[in-house]
């Protein structure tokens, strides 16, 4: 069984910053890439951020130049700079692997972190 723990959210203030973490554990046998997903209140969940083993990232256009998403070993960071109340939202992780003993990739969740952007 995979479990993804998020780490990171919480209240802020329009221009401030936070870093969330995502750690993802359990039979994992290699992992292809991870994303960080927002769902804003009553819309739909959006991909922000992804990055592959071979280290390639992508952005939604809305966080270019403020959001950056790193990897190190098994654990994804997604940090946010001059946040905006638009960027609140419940912020997911979402990683794409194998597990031990299985040779399919699947598409694991975190349990969701919330960001709030507000004065």
């Known amino acids: 069984q995979v479990q993804l723990v998020e780490s990171g959210g919480g209240l802020v203030q329009p221009g401030g910053s936070l870093r969330l973490s995502c750690a993802p554990s359990?039979?994992?046998?290699?992992?292809?890439?991870m994303s960080w997903y927002r769902q804003p209140p009553g819309k739909q969940r959006e991909l922000v951020a992804s990055?592959?083993?071979?280290?390639i990232i992508n952005y939604v256009d809305s966080v270019k130049g403020r959001f950056t998403i790193s990897r190190d070993k098994n654990t994804v960071y997604l940090q946010m700079n001059s946040l905006t109340p638009e960027d609140t939202a419940v912020y997911y992780c979402?990683?794409?692997?194998?597990?031990?003993?299985?040779?399919?990739?699947?598409?694991?969740w975190g349990q969701g972190t919330q960001v709030t952007v507000s004065s």
């Open positions: 359990g039979s994992i046998f290699r992992i292809d890439a």
């Open positions: 979402s990683a794409r692997l194998i597990t031990i003993g299985s040779s399919r990739p699947n598409n694991y």
């Open positions: 990055i592959t083993s071979t280290g």
